[in-house]
């Protein structure tokens, strides 16, 4: 029986953008002579708001320019030039249209009165050679020169354009940017008009060094307007762990336990460059997005009243953001925490109304003199890194890593996403393709009847719990899901590459079904292709990247006991497999802490998990789940599902292997005593409400785990599971990314009669790496 009464299975299943980031440079020590409390009598208090942990930097587009990326102004400039290529300057319209005129009067009934070859001439000269070329090109929407319309056709082109450009030019001047960029949007079309957008804002040249004084200064959060990725980059070339959490604007509904996690982030508050849903940049994104998103105004409003903030390239021109300052004056009898900005040529007068209406200090520097910029933080890092005076305690700031360096960021590499949801009785999938540098291609969309639930749950329940399940009573329930699926679809995962990564991105209502079974081909598709899960509910990019150091700093706990300090239930197993695995970290240089049996005490996991900054966390051990809670057991007691995520927040791992039963997800078919909805016989969601989902796998993955590898099974074979983690390690080790690791040991350990590396699910980054080896 395990700890809560219920019965246990008789054994648990045991066990960037540049090649190699530089390390940092020092800040120059001439930057303390530059920045003195006497030019900046604001200054030391900042420092000490910063230290603290206690300050949010407000980062807007002037940080950006430095990279050679545009301002508004030159962004809706060249896109304006997109919307219309070929307006000339009225005196060449006029030009134009005289000659139109005359060759009119003279053949008033030919449609096109020049040959071919003096209409290219003329436009050519009109417009130039590339433009006038771009004009009668063979590509969509260009003018056919054959045609017999296609003199009055470029003619019209060319006026069209001019007018259009002519009254762009007026907003334009007027700094209407939301304005003229929904204008431009609806002429451009969605599509053209943010891959407009993605090309202006490609970085080409490296990134700014001042972005590096932003990495070493130990902010409590940033928030910025700028689509770019500029300061992830950042924080992936100079940081200590790789990509922080960077959710957008739109995602913060998914993200209310942002600030309470206490943890490091970065808001992008205007969206991201690579969701195009999630950018502001018209009117109407403001009114969709911002206007008429509480959750964005409570975050927003929570991190202003939270933390001392600083603005950075930013001319607090945003009418939200003002309405926020002035907003919360007024609630709080202009009591809020303070504010500071460094801005270009603020004189005395400017620097008072500033600090009247908005409470704002200002650290001005001499327009032109945008170098200042630069040495302020810098400085700012410099100081807000020294030892603290006695008795500070900043709490906040990341741990030392001096001697540590982040392993490269992966590539990207080609992969298959397969997204299933669920509405209903239906169940809806899209099949997409990602190649990188490209924007996913759809390859086929439509819906289907979910599987017969009753049969999926009752064939589940048969298989989960015992160890003596052969290959094809799994591949049984594969063929179920397959006979769900529409042919059409079917052929099209056929033709799929065998080997090429998959990701699953589900739905809560579908996340409990093992859809890495489903047939593809005669085999199961996890057998066939690398299968990973995308976290669900939340992106990428809101997750973070935590990337590996070098060396390697790993958690091992094998056979931790079950919760009652006592030799009962006893796993040799699972200690023999951690011991193995310690060993294969140990082989890498990596440091290794392993706890066992009596030292494996809650009080001590949760210390080392919270305060170690490890890279790596094993776990092998009795597992269990309550209710609404998946259970670890230790030596004196348990951790829920739901405190390991708020501990591990701060600092988690970049892998995360939790090797017992049910540490991934409780499948559909387990019965959870009285669980609500446990024997519902219609899909999830549909006759009850959703129930709490078990398993550590979500919370995991939204705590920031880069990598996630649990079981769903209730019994497995104890060899079988030690070979399991043997040979993931060992692929990961010499190289391998996460998702081809994972596939090896999952292969390395099903055959005819036995299948427990079926049991095994990974959620995550596919590309996850734990050494600069080579990778496969």
């Not at 590539?411 to 899209?430: D, Q, T, V």
């Amino acid at each position: 029986m395990s700890p809560s009464g219920k019965r246990k299975p008789s054994r648990r299943p045991s066990s960037s953008k540049r090649a190699q980031p530089s390390p940092a440079a020092p800040v120059a020590a001439e930057v303390e002579q530059d920045l003195t409390a006497s030019d900046f009598p604001d200054l030391p208090a900042l420092v000490h708001y910063v230290r603290q942990g206690r300050c949010a930097l407000f980062v807007g587009a002037g940080l950006s320019v430095g990279a050679g990326l545009p301002t508004w102004r030159q962004l809706m400039e060249r896109i304006v030039l997109a919307v219309t290529p070929f307006a000339v300057a009225p005196k060449a319209l006029e030009q134009l249209d005289a000659f139109a005129a005359a060759t009119t009067r003279a053949q008033p009934d030919v449609m096109n009165p020049l040959a071919q070859r003096d209409i290219l001439k003329l436009f050519t000269r009109v417009l130039g050679p590339v433009r006038g070329r771009e004009l009668f090109s063979d590509q969509s929407g260009s003018i056919d020169i054959h045609d017999g319309t296609a003199y009055r056709d470029a003619i019209t082109r060319v006026r069209r354009d001019t007018a259009i450009a002519q009254e762009l030019s007026t907003l334009l001047a007027a700094g209407k940017f939301p304005e003229l960029a929904g204008y431009c949007r609806d002429l451009l079309g969605r599509r053209r008009f943010h891959d407009q957008v993605r090309h202006e804002l490609r970085l080409d040249g490296d990134i700014p060094d001042v972005h590096q004084a932003i990495v070493k200064t130990p902010y409590a959060c940033i928030v910025t307007t700028n689509f770019d990725s500029l300061l992830e980059d950042a924080y992936a070339l100079w940081g200590s762990r790789g990509v922080p959490k960077a959710p957008t604007g739109a995602e913060l509904a998914q993200l209310g336990t942002l600030l309470f996690d206490d943890a490091f982030f970065i808001l992008k508050a205007h969206g991201d460059l690579d969701d195009e849903s999630s950018i502001i940049f018209t009117s109407e994104d403001y009114r969709r997005i911002i206007h008429s998103n509480p959750a964005f105004q409570a975050m927003l409003t929570g991190i202003l009243l939270r933390h001392a903030v600083l603005f950075v390239g930013y001319s607090l021109s945003d009418p939200n953001f003002r309405l926020l300052l002035d907003s919360q004056l007024t609630i709080f009898n202009e009591q809020v925490p303070p504010r500071y900005a460094l801005m270009e040529s603020v004189g005395e007068a400017e620097r008072e109304i500033l600090w009247r209406t908005a409470k704002l200090r200002v650290f001005s520097y001499e327009k032109g003199q945008h170098e200042v910029v630069g040495r302020f933080l810098r400085a700012l890092a410099s100081r807000a890194g020294d030892p603290p005076a006695s008795g500070a305690s900043p709490e906040s700031r990341p741990p030392a890593a001096a001697a540590r360096t982040i392993l490269a960021r992966p590539s990207p590499a080609r992969c298959f996403e397969l997204a299933i949801g669920g509405s209903g009785h239906r169940i809806a999938i899209e099949l997409r393709e990602e190649v990188p540098g490209t924007l996913p291609r759809p390859i086929w969309s439509g819906g289907s009847q979910w599987p017969a639930w009753p049969e999926l749950r009752h064939g589940l329940k048969a298989v989960l719990s015992r160890v003596d399940v052969e290959l094809s009573d799994l591949s049984a329930i594969g063929a179920h899901l397959q006979r769900s699926m529409p042919d059409d679809l079917l052929r099209h995962l056929d033709q799929m590459p065998p080997e090429t990564p998959v990701m699953l991105s589900l739905a809560p209502q579908t996340d409990t079904v093992p859809w890495e079974w489903l047939i593809v081909e005669g085999s199961p598709l996890c057998l066939r292709n690398p299968v990973v899960r995308r976290p669900t509910g939340i992106t990428d990019k809101a997750r973070g990247l935590r990337l590996a150091s070098r060396p390697l700093r790993a958690l091992v706990v094998g056979d931790a006991g079950a919760g009652n300090g006592s030799d009962v239930a006893r796993l040799p197993g699972a200690a023999k497999e951690a011991r193995y695995v310690a060993q294969l970290l140990r082989e890498r240089d990596a440091t290794v802490t392993s706890l066992e049996r009596e030292e494996a005490v809650y009080a001590r996991l949760v210390s080392e998990v919270m305060e170690g900054d490890y890279d790596i966390i094993h776990f092998a051990g009795h597992a269990w789940f309550e209710r609404s809670d998946a259970l670890l057991y230790l030596w004196d007691g348990s951790v829920s599902s739901s405190e390991l995520a708020s501990i591990l927040n701060r600092r988690p791992p970049t892998l995360l292997v939790l090797n017992s039963h049910y540490t991934a997800f409780a499948p559909c078919g387990v019965v959870l005593d009285d669980r609500p909805g446990a024997e519902t016989t219609g899909p999830p969601g549909v006759d009850r409400p959703l129930p709490p989902p078990l398993g550590f796998m979500g919370l995991a993955s939204r705590s920031g785990v880069g990598a996630f590898v649990g079981c769903f099974g209730g019994a497995v074979r104890d060899d079988s599971a030690a070979q399991f983690s043997i040979e993931f390690y060992t692929q990961l080790l010499a190289g391998s990314r996460f998702a081809d690791a994972l596939y090896s040991a999952r292969k390395a350990t099903t055959n005819v009669n036995d299948t427990t590396g079926l049991y095994y699910s990974g959620s995550g980054y596919p590309e996850t790496v734990l050494s600069s080896g080579s990778v496969r």
